[in-house]
Nanobody, 129 residues
């Protein structure tokens, strides 16, 4: 499973960025896709999930209402639209994928707080105050 995150950069507080996680169509169809982030000196944090299997999405409370995860079939990506960015959103953002497991398969109703099976390289997002 190959994942490639892109779209990071420097943005002012209140601004927007759009991250993309590129993967094969099969990967996007079959696996749950997640975004995670890790700020300097902090533990990795789950941010959002997208599942094509049942169309489910889920978000961490810290980003709910500000971030939107979606799939772009033309680009074969799962994107994370980040609005109303805050300095505390500064982190390296990673996309990840997880094998279907149990009765929920690859649904975002599963708890992905502790991570996923496959990881891409991160992209740095810096939000200035």
């Amino acid at each position: 499973v190959q994942l490639q995150a892109s779209g990071g950069g420097l943005v002012q507080s209140g601004g927007s960025l759009r991250l993309s996680c590129a993967a094969s169509r099969r990967t996007l169809d079959y696996y749950a896709i997640g975004w995670y982030r890790q700020a300097p000196g902090k533990e990795r944090e789950w941010v959002a999930c997208y599942s094509s299997s049942d169309g489910s999405t889920s978000y961490a409370d810290s980003v709910k209402g500000r971030f939107t995860i979606s799939r772009d079939n033309a680009k074969s990506t799962v994107d994370l639209q980040m609005n109303s960015l805050k300095p505390e959103d500064t982190a390296v953002y990673y996309c990840a994928a997880d094998d279907p497991q149990g009765p929920l398969g690859s649904s975002c109703r599963r708890n992905f707080k502790y991570g996923m099976d496959y990881w891409g390289k991160g992209t740095l997002v810096t939000v200035s105050s």
